[in-house]
């Protein structure tokens, strides 16, 4: 049996039963009811957030502030971003996103403009996620009359997407990954003087070796053999495309305070040397 513990809203409770609690949203739910209240969830209008503790009571306290209709939209943004990358995201985003949408609808209401530093890089280097945030604008337009977001915000909102697909405990930013992905590329564009076709396979492949090594040296997870058998046959094969992988390992050891292995900028020359011969 399910009773009400709190009622956040009229329209949003949060509700427990022997063993765990949900925040339930339906229309209306909460009118006139008091905590300790035993309550039946309709099949066909519920909606269940089951989050970690520390989640669920950031959120039951965000929702005790603002509308229920700003969970309600996030909830429509994951379930199409799930369908669309045809994967689950974690939970988290049911708290990251519902208070971001209230802040961003909040600045535009005030035009106070924000602006997002790394909006081409997430644009660029996620696209999928970044479709979804505009497919999120198209939400939010229609849920709350007369808020336009900016085109800005997609990103914003996909970087939200690009977290929420990462594991739990991994600690993953996004837009950080995003600017080194940009820079890493702005360097080997000049040391290479290639300008590769953005529509290609093989820039293609190399955005996608750029994500994973942000992925791997923002969660301390890069590759360190001891076997320098790949780096030695670079540096005599292809030695301009190590020396391009090498200037950017110095970039990060100046931007990061932190250094990469032999393997990893090894494997970043292969990838350096097949896009700058595929431009």
Same mark, same amino acid.
């Given at each position: 049996?399910?009773?009400?513990?709190?009622?956040?809203?009229?329209?949003?409770?949060?509700?427990?039963?022997?063993?765990?609690?949900?925040?339930?949203?339906?229309?209306?739910?909460?009118?006139?009811?008091?905590?300790?209240?035993?309550?039946?969830?309709?099949?066909?209008?519920?909606?269940?957030?089951?989050?970690?503790?520390?989640?669920?009571?950031?959120?039951?306290?965000?929702?005790?502030?603002?509308?229920?209709?700003?969970?309600?939209?996030?909830?429509?943004?994951?379930?199409?971003?799930?369908?669309?990358?045809?994967?689950?995201?974690?939970?988290?985003?049911?708290?990251?996103?519902?208070?971001?949408?209230?802040?961003?609808?909040?600045?535009?209401?005030?035009?106070?403009?924000?602006?997002?530093?790394?909006?081409?890089?997430?644009?660029?280097?996620?696209?999928?996620?970044?479709?979804? $945030?505009?497919?999120?604008?198209?939400?939010?337009?229609?849920?709350? $009359?007369?808020?336009?977001?900016?085109?800005?915000?997609?990103?914003?909102?996909?970087?939200?997407?690009?977290?929420?697909?990462?594991?739990?405990?991994?600690?993953?930013?996004?837009?950080?990954?995003?600017?080194?992905? $940009?820079?890493?590329?702005?360097?080997?564009?000049?040391?290479?003087?290639?300008?590769?076709?953005?529509?290609?396979?093989?820039?293609?492949?190399?955005?996608?070796?750029?994500?994973?090594?942000?992925?791997?040296?923002?969660?301390?997870?890069?590759?360190?053999?001891?076997?320098?058998?790949?780096?030695?046959?670079?540096?005599?094969?292809?030695?301009?495309?190590?020396?391009?992988?090498?200037?950017?390992?110095?970039?990060?050891?100046?931007?990061?305070?932190? $250094?990469?292995?032999?393997?990893?900028?090894?494997?970043?020359?292969?990838?350096?040397?097949?896009?700058?011969?595929?431009?």
């Amino acid at each position: 049996m399910l009773y009400i513990k709190k009622v956040l809203n009229s329209s949003v409770i949060l509700v427990a039963d022997e063993e765990e609690e949900f925040i339930v949203l339906e229309k209306g739910i909460g009118y006139g009811r008091r905590p300790g209240e035993a309550v039946e969830i309709k099949q066909d209008s519920q909606i269940f957030v089951q989050l970690s503790q520390t989640d669920r009571n950031q959120l039951a306290e965000l929702l005790s502030e603002i509308p229920a209709g700003y969970l309600e939209m996030t909830q429509k943004i994951v379930a199409y971003a799930e369908q669309q990358l045809n994967t689950s995201l974690n939970e988290h985003i049911y708290l990251a996103l519902t208070d971001h949408l209230h802040f961003a609808i909040e600045r535009f209401r005030k035009n106070m403009i924000i602006t997002n530093r790394v909006f081409w890089e997430l644009k660029t280097f996620y696209p999928k996620e970044y479709q979804i $945030g505009k497919k999120a604008l198209e939400i939010v337009e229609q849920e709350i $009359g007369g808020v336009v977001l900016p085109e800005e915000e997609a990103a914003n909102i996909a970087f939200h997407i690009v977290n929420a697909q990462k594991e739990e405990k991994v600690q993953y930013d996004a837009m950080r990954a995003a600017k080194l992905i $940009g820079r890493v590329i702005t360097l080997v564009t000049y040391f290479m003087n290639c300008q590769p076709d953005k529509e290609s396979i093989h820039y293609s492949r190399f955005l996608s070796h750029m994500q994973y090594f942000a992925e791997r040296f923002f969660t301390d997870r890069m590759l360190d053999s001891s076997d320098d058998f790949l780096y030695a046959q670079m540096e005599k094969g292809y030695p301009k495309a190590l020396a391009c992988a090498e200037k950017v390992r110095t970039h990060i050891i100046k931007e990061y305070n932190k $250094g990469i292995s032999n393997e990893e900028v090894a494997y970043l020359a292969v990838h350096i040397q097949r896009l700058a011969s595929r431009e």
